[in-house]
């Protein structure tokens, strides 16, 4: 089933969400170009994960069951909180017509398994309400979104050097030879004088 052959498609709130944009459209950095920057994408893949987004936001209020969002469609959930008068003057009452509050975990292997099961259904529903599969760059299958993408920490990349583990062990390797060696030669500076 199409895009526009799916249940979605006739929905009303449906109709609204995916041309709904959040936050001030004259302001210097907007909505899309922020979650960009903020998470090292690119304008396209923001655009994309904002789309993502706006379908999770119908799934949690039509789907009858606890959603969860793919982590990528969660950064955008998150950004939108942030532009509280948005999100809780206009986004909520007047697009989604629910308030649709974001609850995080309370950690433990419990929430560990009711987020999997949570984000296996979520899925499910997203295939039956939008007919297709979810792109996978944006809604990985739930063993890698809780398993080792759970793992997963966020840096700041002006913050950080990254390199990767190899050519780090071969630099701090390479490092302590040439302290050896420099203390060698300074050792036997020093015995000369």
Not at 4 to 22: C, F, H, K, N, T
Not at 78 to 103: I, M, N
């Amino acid at each position: 089933m199409s895009r526009s052959g799916s249940a979605a498609a006739d929905d009303p709130v449906w109709q609204v969400l995916r041309d709904y944009r959040i936050g001030p459209p004259d302001a210097s950095l907007t909505f899309d170009q922020r979650l960009a920057r903020e998470n090292g994408w690119n304008a396209g893949f923001a655009n994309r994960v904002i789309a993502e987004y706006y379908r999770f936001c119908l799934l949690a209020i039509r789907s009858g069951h606890a959603v969860t969002p793919s982590d990528a469609v969660d950064q955008a959930w998150h950004l939108h909180l942030t532009y509280s008068r948005d999100y809780w003057e206009r986004f909520c009452p007047d697009v989604l017509g629910a308030k649709l509050h974001h609850g995080p975990t309370a950690g433990g292997s419990d929430e560990q398994t009711r987020y999997y099961d949570q984000y296996a259904a979520t899925l499910r529903s997203y295939e039956q309400v939008f007919g297709e599969n979810p792109p996978e760059d944006i809604w990985p299958a739930a063993a890698q979104r809780f398993g080792k993408d759970a793992r997963a920490i966020r840096v700041h990349p002006h913050e950080f050097i990254f390199l990767p583990r190899k050519l780090a062990i071969i630099s701090a390797v390479l490092a302590l030879l040439v302290m050896v060696f420099l203390g060698g030669i300074a050792g036997e500076w020093i015995e000369s004088v």
